[in-house]
């Protein structure tokens, strides 16, 4: 069973930068698709970034060139490096991994962004 444990979120002023991490465990095989998703109150869960395993990336408009994400497949870790956020911005992220057509979870972290 894969098991997804995020770490990173908090509060910070519009225009400031936070970095999220998650790490799996229970996956042997680097093989796969990690990524990041938010969800805002009263809004659905929408793709924040997400990457494959040989690198390639992709990006929504709302964050393409303020998100940037990264992984480590030794560490079994993906990052979410955000600057310029914005109050918009303010919402719970999930670390979510796809692997042999099988999506799991995380538990999420609260990103809150101030005025």
């Known amino acids: 069973q894969v098991q997804l444990v995020e770490s990173g979120g908090g509060v910070v002023q519009a225009g400031g930068s936070l970095r999220l991490s998650c790490t799996a465990s229970g996956s042997s095989s680097s093989i796969n698709v990690m990524g990041w998703y938010r969800q805002a109150p009263g809004k659905q869960r929408e793709l924040v970034a997400r990457i494959t395993s040989g690198g390639y990336t992709n990006y929504p408009d709302s964050v393409k060139g303020r998100f940037t994400i990264s992984r480590d497949n030794a560490k079994n870790s993906v990052y979410l490096q955000m600057n310029s956020l914005k109050p918009e911005d303010t919402a719970v992220y999930y670390c979510?991994?796809?692997?042999?057509?099988?999506?799991?979870w995380g538990q999420g972290t609260q990103v809150t962004v101030s005025s």
């Open positions: 979510n991994l796809v692997r042999y057509g099988a999506g799991y």
